[in-house]
């Protein structure tokens, strides 16, 4: 959606209701003829389709308090008659035009484009307004943590190489005993403002490239610049349960802020290393214990390690490979207090080799067993044999 459409559509008359119109009003009447122009109910009907669209581009526009006011201003200006005739009061032109031309701009213009008119017309969303006190970048870092770490939480050192404030001239950029003058050009405005026939409007400065003030003696430190690239350690809180791939936001570690501005945020990137034992599932932590043919049959307690010391569970005669068994509280700790569990999956293990006793032993047990339930095997091997 372009500058253009907001001067030529009446989004108004498109949802039917008037300028002074409330959100609710605006609302309902976008309901009602979005129900009414909804594809769905108007199958192949490509006129319904059509008015769906500018319904929703409508709505698009007015729906939103900021884009709405946005909107007014521009076709109140635009209708007021201001652009109605060229800085010299010759023949009126379409509003096609302001939008036309080179990339050069519009030579009405003094050759800037009419973008660039626009956003010095409506300052706040273009280049023109003084530069002032201005956020810090944000910083993103990234830490490896070791499993258990990652679950107990830990607080580990953080070394970071990013821009900070020169400690010579603590960000003037001026040279010890000097300080920064005004821009005699803007007269520390930051900007400058040029006429066009009957407009105006204001751009940076080019002499104090909108800062609003010069530097005649650079700190030898950092040049003029007011920052430097520092080597600074931070203590970092991981808490309990942070995961892997989880990001931490804190607040004003980031780079310090332009003339005063306060610092951006440091986000630090987890990593957590995997365990040789235990894995993750959210708030779970997994483990797989192998256990014998004997184990299973006849049922077994089985002690297992947790990371805040062992417990026992039990396992149930006739206990199938696969069953997963739970201690619960022994997982991940929550920001609630609790914890999650601990999922014991059990494997069958089944012996490489066997004693002649063992074998024997097995044998005799083989032949007083039924053999498995494979009917519905049988019954497919028979129908496509």
Known sequence: MSSKDWIEKDYYAVLGV??????????KAYRKLARESHPDHNAGDPKAEERFKAVSEAYSVLGDEARRREYDEMRSLFGSG??????????????SDLFGGTAGGDQRFGGAGFQDLFSSIFSGSGGAAPRGPARGRDIEAEVALDFDDAVRGVTLPLTLRAPGVCDTCHGSGAKPGTQPRACPVCHGAGVTTRNQGSFSFSEPCRSCQGVGTLVDEKCPECQGTGGVTKTRTLNVRFPAGV?????????????????GGPAGDLFVHVKVRPDDLFGRTGDDLTLTVPITFAEAVLGTDLRVPTFDGAVTLRVPPGTPSGRVLRARGKGVARKDGR?????????????????????????????????AAREHLDARVRRVS
């Open 339 to 371: 914890a999650g569990d601990l999922l014991v999956t059990l494997d069958l293990v089944v012996p490489a080799a066997l004693s002649e006793e063992a074998r024997a032993a097995l044998e005799t047990f083989a032949a007083q067993s039924s053999p």
């Open 82 to 95: 201001a652009f109605r005739r060229n800085a010299r009061g010759g023949q009126p032109f379409d509003v």
């Open 243 to 259: 995961a892997d791939g989880q990001r931490i936001r804190l607040a004003g570690r980031g780079e310090p802020g332009e003339r």
């Open 18 to 27: 008037q300028k002074a119109a409330s959100a609710d009003e605006i609302k």
